[in-house]
């Protein structure tokens, strides 16, 4: 079975910066990687998602502030998200795609003075 674990969450200030990274368990070849938020109350929404032809898309709120990657190496796609805001508050779940989907059970981002 395919496990994905999130880690790197945590309490940081405005204007701070973190790395979400998301382990598999298995090296599998997937179509897409991509990371996904959901703040209380809020849909969840897609922050960023890596294509296998290395195509990156991000949402609009996030764009120039959050970097999408893979690291074959370390079976991982992480997230480096920097200028955090309060409203980027959130569980952030990865995501991952090579012809079913697999889920991670989120890592909590708390951006807050």
């Known amino acids: 079975q395919v496990q994905l674990v999130e880690s790197g969450g945590g309490l940081v200030q405005p204007g701070g910066s973190l790395t979400l990274s998301c382990a598999i368990s298995?090296?599998?070849?997937?179509?897409?990687g991509a990371w996904y938020r959901q703040a209380p109350g809020k849909q969840r929404e897609l922050v960023a998602r890596?294509?296998?032809?290395?195509?990156?898309t991000y949402a609009d709120s996030v764009k120039g502030r959050f970097f999408i990657s893979r690291d074959n190496a370390k079976s991982s796609v992480d997230l480096r998200m920097y200028s955090l805001k309060p409203e980027d508050t959130a569980v952030y779940y990865c995501n991952v795609f090579d012809g079913r989907d697999y889920w991670g059970k989120g890592t909590l981002v708390t951006v807050s003075s």
């Open positions: 298995r090296n599998i070849s997937a179509l897409y």
């Open positions: 890596e294509f296998n032809s290395g195509t990156r």
